[in-house]
């Protein structure tokens, strides 16, 4: 499977736009990358995913570069609500197509 | 209101015993997950089913079972042969047409003393 890297932790300005990296130069063409937040001590939220083109849905934009080695989550305007860890997850390969690996992700905060 | 509901939120039980916890959804889901987070850690995947009657080891399935005799649960019960149980354990279900699409519900806090 697909290994991803993310930055440890990042603070972003409420109401600011707020970018969240993810390397994952193992990628293979097959595979998605998915990106889940968890606010502290509850189940994560899946928020979005994407092949190759850009995405975007009401919660955030997914930007894939066009070799696919990394990805940029954006939160256009971050509250403080989302404050939480964010996790960059590419889908496992073969026939366990549900099987996500989280990371430790990267822990977001968003400061008034 | 659909979604994934798990109980208790925190449990507490005497090392050596076996302990059950509930993982319901009413999404219409085919496939359901258990995962186990520790503290400052990512998820983990214990077992996961993506039918009725049939069930795949995750990662760290020893000291764990799970049963899946109808599609709305998914108990997993923490035997005794778990040599750390206590952590925060999170079911979640997914779509077959999006399997990676999935819903978590709130988590179970296990304490085992």
């Known amino acids: 499977d697909a290994k991803t890297t993310q930055p440890t932790s990042m603070d972003c300005a409420e109401g600011r736009a707020a970018n969240l990296p993810c390397n994952h130069s193992t990628i293979s063409g097959n595979e998605y990358v998915y990106w889940y937040r968890q606010i502290h001590s509850q189940g994560p939220q899946y928020i979005i995913h994407?092949?190759?083109n850009n995405e975007t849905n009401e919660m955030a934009s997914l930007i894939i570069t066009e070799d696919r080695k990394s990805s940029t989550l954006i939160l256009p305007h971050a509250t403080l609500r989302d404050t939480a860890v964010y996790y960059c997850i590419v889908r496992g390969r073969g026939s366990t197509l549900g099987r996500l690996y989280f990371g430790r992700g990267t822990q977001l905060t968003v400061w008034p | 209101d659909g979604g994934i509901t798990q109980s208790p939120k925190y449990l507490f039980r005497k090392e050596g015993q076996n302990v059950t916890l509930s993982c319901e959804q009413n999404l219409n889901h085919d496939a359901m997950y258990w995962y186990r987070q520790d503290p400052g850690q990512g998820l983990r995947l214990i077992y996961y089913?993506?039918?009725?009657?049939?069930?795949q080891k995750g990662d760290i399935a020893e000291g764990y079972s799970v049963s899946r005799e109808k599609k709305e649960s998914f108990p997993l019960t923490v035997t005794s042969a778990q040599k750390n149980p206590t952590a925060f354990y999170l079911c979640?279900?997914?779509?077959?047409?999006?399997?990676?699409?999935?819903?978590f519900g709130p988590g179970t806090r296990l304490t085992v003393t």
């Open positions: 089913s993506q039918i009725v009657n049939d069930f």
């Open positions: 979640a279900s997914s779509p077959g047409t999006q399997p990676g699409e999935q819903y």
């Open positions: 994407g092949l190759k």
